[in-house]
């Protein structure tokens, strides 16, 4: 089945950038896209951006503009997610998640917990 | 950006009691609407889809209705395995904004 196992915790200075990755194994990778989502400690989801493979073009949310890029890599199936001029508000746990449909996901994978700290 | 509110923000209840968590959307958004379940250190799991329809596995204790701006999520009959926290997410148009949660604890 379609597993989706992303990259290690990482600690960062503010100001620095940081890439997440998400590698995905079983099924076919360009026809999903692939959805990043982020929670920061003892708060909600909050949808960042999505990636459309097999068109390589993304969409991202407002809140992220101009400081996220999500990009996938269909020679290796992995999605990454970078996100620069990191904030001590940035502090939390990535999630990349493939949609059944539309926006339905219902593959995730296990989260990368990001501390931003100087 | 449509805004989904969730209510209530937590609820206590006991092993055993039927218990109903609503979600709002600021405009119609049809049944595009998604139901997950997400406890301590783990990824959320969908639960229902397309405001009614049950994910396959998940017991059928879970239900969900609505359409247009009102939804639900009710749980018949609370099990331990069930405490945990709920959101709501939009399917219908980007960006796919979740609810802020529910989080269900024991009584």
């Known amino acids: 089945q379609v597993q989706l196992v992303q990259s290690g915790a990482e600690m960062k200075k503010p100001g620095s950038s940081v890439r997440v990755s998400c590698k995905v194994s079983g099924g076919t990778f360009s026809t999903h896209t692939i959805t990043w989502v982020r929670q920061a400690p003892g708060q909600g989801l909050e949808w960042m951006g999505r990636?459309?493979?097999?068109?390589?073009?993304?969409d991202y949310a407002h809140n992220f503009q101009g400081r996220v890029t999500i990009t996938a890599d269909k020679s290796t199936t992995t999605s990454y997610m970078e996100l620069s001029s990191l904030k001590s508000e940035d502090t939390a746990v990535y999630f990349c998640?493939?949609?059944?449909?539309?926006?339905?996901?219902?593959?995730w994978g296990q989260g990368t917990k990001v501390i931003v700290s100087s | 950006d449509i805004q989904m509110t969730q209510s209530p923000s937590s609820l206590s209840a006991s092993v055993g009691d039927r218990v109903t968590i609503t979600c709002r959307a600021s405009q119609s958004i049809s049944t595009y609407l998604n139901w997950y379940q997400q406890k301590p250190g783990k990824a959320p799991k969908l639960l229902i889809y397309?405001?009614?329809s049950l994910q396959s596995g998940v017991p059928s204790r879970f239900s969900g209705s609505g359409s247009g701006t009102d939804f639900t999520l009710t749980v018949s009959s609370l099990q331990p395995e069930d405490f945990a926290t709920y959101y709501c997410q939009q399917s219908y148009s980007l960006p796919y904004t979740f609810g802020r949660g529910t989080r269900m604890e024991i009584k």
């Open positions: 998640a493939r949609p059944a449909d539309r926006g339905t996901f219902d593959i």
């Open positions: 990636v459309i493979p097999v068109l390589g073009t993304a």
């Open positions: 397309g405001a009614s």
